[in-house]
């Protein structure tokens, strides 16, 4: 198993907008994907607990080397960047809740 950063961005779907967010999102990661190539893969996942759903985005960074770059091309300033960007503010500010994000490092156990 590669020690490779991840990078993930944690939040909740309103209920109503729940199927049209989904519909864009499946779009908008494989555009995100296609621009940082330093990312190896991208997955979702969900949980439920009380009737509230909350999703994972866990995308994988090549390597620790890498972060920096990757950081880089999310951002970039290409016309289809920006308009995914202005996309995703959308959807932030109408129908997620608690977006939080992070880069997380893998810390090795020893091994018995």
């Not at 944690?10 to 999102?25: K, L, S």
């Not at 969900?46 to 972060?67: A, D, F, H, M, W």
Request: glycine share 2%; hydrophobic share 35%; no cysteine.
């Amino acid at each position: 198993m590669k020690n490779r950063p991840l990078l993930v961005l944690r939040y909740q779907v309103n209920p109503e907008n729940e199927e049209a967010f989904e519909q864009w999102y499946q779009a908008y990661m494989k555009r995100f994907m296609s621009r940082v190539p330093e990312m190896v893969t991208g997955r979702r996942v969900v949980t439920e607990r009380n009737g509230i759903k909350e999703y994972l985005s866990i995308y994988e960074i090549e390597s620790p080397e890498k972060v920096e770059a990757a950081l880089a091309n999310i951002v970039q300033d290409t016309p289809e960047r920006i308009k995914d960007s202005a996309e995703w503010h959308e959807w932030e500010h109408t129908t997620l809740s608690s977006l939080n994000d992070a880069v997380y490092y893998q810390l090795q156990f020893e091994e018995r």
